[in-house]
């Protein structure tokens, strides 16, 4: 089976975001990228597959040069190629432009399943998997936890409020991992000093059938008018216990009159 | 004149003969069996060399080897050994004697005047019954006093008695032909000749057991003289061949053991070429050849006495890993398959050498579990303890070193370690932005390299406080970290920290086995203070510490390293520091590994809390070289602790059975470890760094 995964090449999520100049996107010094975790167990998906059943697995990312650092990474853990769509010149693009361009590029690609995780970590839009689907006219199952492979066929497990879903899906089609469908594995240095090896294929745009202006710019649905931090948390008020119908009474006060809860 | 065993003759054969055949055959088995050793050790492995510093390997294996320093940390063992060990030193001549004589039968004994040979006799003769002494304290210490280190082994047992036997049949054969000559004398009737007198001056014991077989009949003690007189050399060669084969093989490698030692700092693990491995496909040890030629020797060497496990955490804990037992399976393990291992190298037969071992046991998860490789907190109190010599956290980290970089095998939870070195320079991933966090609330600038640089400070920056991630994070570390700014600033002392540009050391990912990630931090830290020109650099954590001062020199780093104990002491003893505040407690110290066993620094953790008025030492029955490990060495800090009981808990029932008011410490990993063991197991010793100490008993100032 031929895997394709998809990689959001996001910033740390311990990363001190900080909003740059303009108001509109993120101070980019000193922040640490990496592939998004929820990417990483839909790699270690489509590697644990290709392991079993053999095949090939293909990394795929849309953005700049130093996304080319988290495709060695998926290299380093066992992809058998990657390519990445150039993401250079072209201005801000929003979920569905991306998903046109992975689309885009998947659809020269031989493909049985698709994966990606349900969300990146950057925009945390989470609209990317059923979007491909549409776009790659394939069904989709998003948020498994679990898989069970079968002829021609994934059974998926979902995790739903309150309950578990299993869903059977024909193959080829897109999955959305999240976590606890796997560990993802940390990559040997043999994997790394094998991955230096690699070549990635940049491709632009165009060679995804998709003229950047129809992506990019004003052809964008979504546009970020302003970015805000969440105010900086205030210090923990302990309430002593000594007497506990004190302090509830207390508790209950400071909840209605200060914090304006109740 | 009584004729010697081998003038007479057997069946019509000359002794000389038999003897002289007998010699062959034991030197040709002899012969053979250590060249097969001596393959064995060779083949494999990279290249290591020992022959450096010659002076220094000579005189460390005659302060551990001739005079066994170590052995005498246990005073009955050590004087046990010491006697079977004198013994063989002096009976080597003897053997060498009886050769002579068993082939040059009534020549007399050349090169050396007759005053030598005369001591020789008088000290062979007291060495004789020391050594038989010896042989039984042995025993008795195997059989009677059962010591915990000790296990039952019929190798100690047959070897002790075969050493026992030696004494016997030598003294037998001595006093039965001094009885003979006695008797041959007196039934010439002859007055008692000189020879007899010299015998009962400079053989007394062999004379006065001669003068108990005066009784027995010429032919009963000719038959005596003889049997025990081939007895004797029968069991030398018996005894010789049988070494290797045996835990008694350190009779032979214990000394060349000690002589190929590593004099480099003990705590220094051994960087390797990445590039080469890479080219070779292989990282670490996966196969018992590849370990170094010097770590096989190791393996002949282990005498299994134990000592090794005595104070060692994973033991005392009820885990897989035992020091002995570790050295003793890698033994094993390379016994096993060793004919076939020297075919395969040396490329001759069939291929059935390949056949084998690509059909043998494997290494690791064969020989040696995956539980058994983690649960090593790389304490070095084995090392510290073992009299001949033998490494064990090198053979721990070797095989690490291939589960993670060629397998990437380890367990799960140092994958959140790892990630977070790589991605924000700490262990605990929280953000690489918030390092210099700690300083806000002195009330005091701390200044970075680069702001200091900025500044042009006159007279430049004295010292680079290494703050260290725990120092920088963790809520404890961080007031540790201020007590220490606040000891530099009190003293005057021009000191600046990289702020942001530190990153952890990598010593965690090294000892874990990550040793990809430890060299890809350690150069990117050189490089950031030989920017700044970084000579001098104080830090408290004890793992920085061996770090910074012995491994990064292989990565172009040599810088000047003090622990924080070592420079706040000297501060206060020059009179920089005046420590005035204090309240009357008594305290135990525990010592850190990295900071006492690793790199040799007791005392001045010691001479500060000593400096600090109110504190009274009162030593741990476990501290010093004999300190027990906390359980975070070696990366065990981020990895859970799921087998056997908890080695922080089995530490800390120990500091409170000492009944202080408190426990000092000097490496922040301690600190977290006795504190949650103090929270476990609702514990009443609070566990203060000696900084922090210090720190309190600054002069308060007003404002």
């Given amino acids: 089976m031929n895997h394709i995964v998809c990689i959001a090449y996001v910033p740390d999520t311990e990363t001190k975001i900080r909003i740059a100049a303009g108001g509109v996107s993120i101070d980019e010094a000193d922040v640490k990228w990496i592939v998004s975790p929820y990417d990483e167990y839909a790699l270690e998906g489509a590697l644990q597959m290709k392991e079993a059943k053999g095949g090939t697995v293909t990394a795929l990312t849309f953005g700049p040069a130093r996304a080319d650092t988290g495709l060695r990474e998926c290299l380093a853990r066992g992809a058998d190629d990657a390519i990445r769509i150039a993401s250079e010149g072209l201005g801000e693009v929003d979920s569905l432009g991306v998903a046109r361009l992975l689309a885009g590029a998947i659809k020269a690609l031989p493909h049985d399943v698709v994966w990606m995780g349900n969300k990146g970590v950057g925009t945390d839009a989470q609209v990317l998997v059923p979007m491909l689907a549409e776009l790659l006219d394939l069904p989709h199952v998003n948020l498994v936890t679990k898989l069970e492979w079968k002829d021609g066929a994934v059974l998926a497990y979902r995790e739903i409020e309150g309950a578990r879903e299993i869903v059977e899906m024909p193959l080829p089609g897109v999955i959305g991992a999240t976590k606890g469908l796997n560990e993802p594995r940390y990559a040997s240095l043999k994997g790394i000093m094998a991955a230096k090896k690699k070549a990635i294929a940049v491709k632009t745009p165009a060679d995804a059938g998709v003229d950047p202006v129809t992506v990019a710019g004003e052809a964008a649905h979504v546009r970020w008018t302003k970015l805000e931090l969440p105010p900086a948390r205030q210090a923990v008020k302990l309430v002593p216990g000594d007497d506990p119908a004190k302090a509830a009474t207390e508790l209950l006060r400071l909840l209605r009159d200060e914090a304006k809860v109740l | ?703």
Wanted: aromatic share 10%.
């Fill in chain 2, 1 to 703: 004149m009584t004729i010697t065993p081998a003038q007479a003759t057997y069946f019509g054969f000359s002794g000389t003969l038999l003897f002289a055949l007998l010699l062959l055959g034991a030197l040709t088995l002899f012969t053979y069996t250590a060249s097969r050793r001596i393959q064995l050790l060779t083949l494999g492995g990279p290249p290591e060399d020992r022959l450096d510093h010659p002076l220094a390997r000579l005189w460390h294996m005659a302060e551990y080897g001739l005079l066994q320093r170590k052995m005498f940390r246990d005073p009955y063992a050590g004087l046990y050994h010491a006697l079977i060990f004198s013994g063989f030193l002096v009976l080597l001549l003897r053997t060498l004697m009886l050769v002579f004589e068993g082939l040059f039968p009534g020549a007399g004994l050349p090169f050396l005047p007759t005053g030598f040979w005369q001591g020789y006799l008088l000290v062979k003769d007291l060495v004789l019954v020391t050594t038989f002494a010896g042989v039984v304290l042995a025993l008795a210490r195997r059989h009677v006093a059962k010591k915990e280190r000790l296990d039952p082994s019929f190798d100690a047992d047959l070897i002790l008695l075969l050493i026992g036997f030696l004494m016997v049949t030598d003294l037998g054969a001595g006093a039965a032909k001094m009885a003979l000559d006695a008797a041959k004398s007196a039934a010439l009737g002859a007055t008692p000749s000189t020879a007899l007198a010299q015998n009962a001056l400079w053989e007394p014991l062999t004379y006065s057991l001669s003068k108990q077989f005066s009784f027995l009949s010429s032919s009963s003690l000719q038959a005596i003289y003889f049997g025990a007189w081939w007895a004797h050399l029968v069991a030398i060669f018996v005894f010789g061949n049988y070494l290797p084969f045996a835990k008694h093989f350190h009779v032979i490698t214990a000394l060349p053991n000690l002589f190929f030692a590593k004099l480099e700092p003990a705590g220094k693990m051994a960087t390797f070429d990445i590039e080469r491995a890479a080219e070779a496909e292989k990282f670490g040890v996966s196969k018992i050849e590849d370990f170094t030629w010097k770590q096989k020797l190791d393996m002949f060497t282990c005498t299994e006495c134990g000592r090794c496990r005595e104070v060692c955490p994973t033991h005392l804990t009820g885990k897989p890993l035992t020091p002995k037992g570790f050295m003793v399976d890698l033994r094993n393990a390379l016994y096993a398959d060793a004919d076939a291992l020297i075919d395969a190298d040396a490329g001759r037969g069939d291929g059935s050498a390949e056949v084998a071992l690509a059909a043998r046991r494997p290494l690791i998860g064969g020989w040696i579990d995956e539980e058994t490789i983690w649960a090593c907190t790389t304490c070095r109190y084995c090392e510290h303890a073992c009299p001949v010599g033998i490494t064990f956290v090198d053979k721990i980290t070797d095989l690490r070193r291939h589960l993670v970089l060629e397998k990437s095998s380890f367990p799960k939870e140092a994958q959140t370690a790892f990630n977070g070195m790589e991605r924000q320079g700490n262990p605990w991933n929280l953000a690489a932005s918030d390092r210099a966090a700690w300083t806000v609330d002195l009330p005091f600038p701390v200044l970075t390299m680069a702001e200091a640089a900025d500044a042009k400070l006159a007279g430049g920056v004295e010292v680079l406080f290494w703050v260290g991630c725990a120092g920088s994070y963790e809520e404890r570390g961080k007031r540790v970290s201020r007590s220490l700014a606040r000891l530099l600033h009190e003293a005057g002392v021009t000191f600046a920290i990289l702020g942001t540009e530190e990153t952890c050391t990598g010593d965690a990912a090294r000892r874990l086995g990550n040793e990809y990630l430890f060299q890809t931090l350690a150069r990117q830290n050189v490089e950031t203070m030989k920017g700044y020109g970084v000579t001098r650099i104080v830090t408290n954590c004890p793992h920085c510490f061996n770090t910074l001062a012995n491994e990064y020199p292989d990565f172009g780093g040599t810088f000047e390293v003090m622990h924080g104990t070592e420079l706040v002491s000297r501060l206060v003893r020059e009179g920089r520091i005046r420590l005035v505040n204090g309240e009357a407690r008594s305290l135990s110290f525990h010592d850190p590994c990295y900071l006492g066993r690793h790199n040799g620094v007791y005392d001045a953790p010691r001479e500060l809390l000593n400096a600090i008025p109110g504190i009274v030492l009162k030593e741990l029955p476990l501290s010093r070289g004999n300190g027990m490990c906390c359980g975070a060495g070696g990366g065990r800090m981020w990895l859970d602790e799921t087998i056997g009981a908890r080695v922080n808990q089995a530490r800390f029932a120990e500091i409170e059975a000492n009944g202080t008011d408190a426990v000092g410490v000097s490496c922040p990993f301690c600190m977290v470890m006795l504190g949650n063991a103090k929270t476990e197991l609702a514990g009443r010793t609070e566990a203060y760094d000696v900084l922090e100490l210090a720190a309190q008993a600054l002069p308060a100032h007003p404002g």
